[in-house]
């Protein structure tokens, strides 16, 4: 924190120098990271300072706000399916957590642009002039598969629900997420048969589980089976 604030002390003694884009974009990751992080909660009040000094315009740093959020959730997801040492308890209440964020995008009029842009779509005019400093502050278009990733060890029905019903929002109707669309189409069509089939039979007939007596199958609410259909459906996945 320390040598960001001498940065800035500095750029604005040279009459506050623009930055290029990748210093722009490391500066705005750390500040971002710290100011967002519960353990540093005696700094935020300097990041928000710093924050401002970097970003004057209020409805940028809105955006920026958000659109780090995003990212950062996707990518927290995708660490918590590779790791095998996550509590039960800690991976529902992040994916409930994740879902209710993009859920409040989506149902935002005003903020609903950010999330089709996050997803892959540019074509909005107010994000045209802006859309390649956002992206390069991205790396990349996001597409919530490790949502879809997650749901193999979830074995709570309001959670799967949540998330299964999330997608059929974002594939119902709006063609702004074709991207997403697709990309989910693509990661179903490249699954092996017995893969895919098995992914089905989990969020359709619910989890196997172990007993004295054999393999039971643990059943699966109709919310959770209703919301799989939906969702294959939207994806042109025939699963009935």
């Not at 506050?16 to 884009?21: K, M, T, Y």
């Not at 779509?121 to 045209?128: A, F, H, P, Q, V």
């Not at 697709?182 to 048969?193: I, N, P, R, V, Y």
């Amino acid at each position: 924190m320390y040598t960001i604030e001498q940065f800035f002390r500095a750029r604005d003694a040279l009459g506050g120098i623009e930055v290029d884009a990748e210093v722009f974009n490391s500066l705005l990751e750390v500040i971002m990271t710290i100011n967002f992080d519960r353990l540093f909660e005696g700094t935020h009040d300097k990041c928000r300072i710093l924050f401002n000094n970097l970003i004057p315009s209020i409805e940028e740093r809105c955006m920026y706000s958000d659109l780090f959020l995003l990212k950062n959730m996707e990518s927290l997801v995708k660490e918590m399916n590779s790791s095998k040492e996550v509590n039960l308890s800690i991976k529902e209440h992040l994916l409930t957590s994740a879902t209710d964020m993009v859920e409040c995008l989506r149902t935002d009029p005003s903020k609903v642009i950010l999330l089709k842009f996050y997803l892959g779509n540019t074509e909005d005019s107010l994000m045209l002039n802006q859309s390649n400093k956002f992206r390069e502050f991205l790396g990349g278009n996001g597409n919530f598969l490790p949502l879809i990733d997650a749901l193999d060890g979830c074995h709570n029905e309001s959670v799967n629900t949540k998330v299964l019903q999330l997608f059929v929002n974002l594939l119902t109707g709006d063609p702004s997420y074709i991207n997403l669309k697709h990309t989910l189409q693509e990661k179903f069509l490249l699954m092996d048969s017995s893969s895919l089939a098995s992914w089905l039979e989990k969020m359709l007939l619910g989890y196997t589980a172990q007993s004295a007596v054999g393999n039971l199958p643990t059943g699966v609410s109709n919310s959770v089976r209703d919301s799989a259909i939906a969702c294959g459906s939207r994806e042109g996945i025939p699963v009935i």
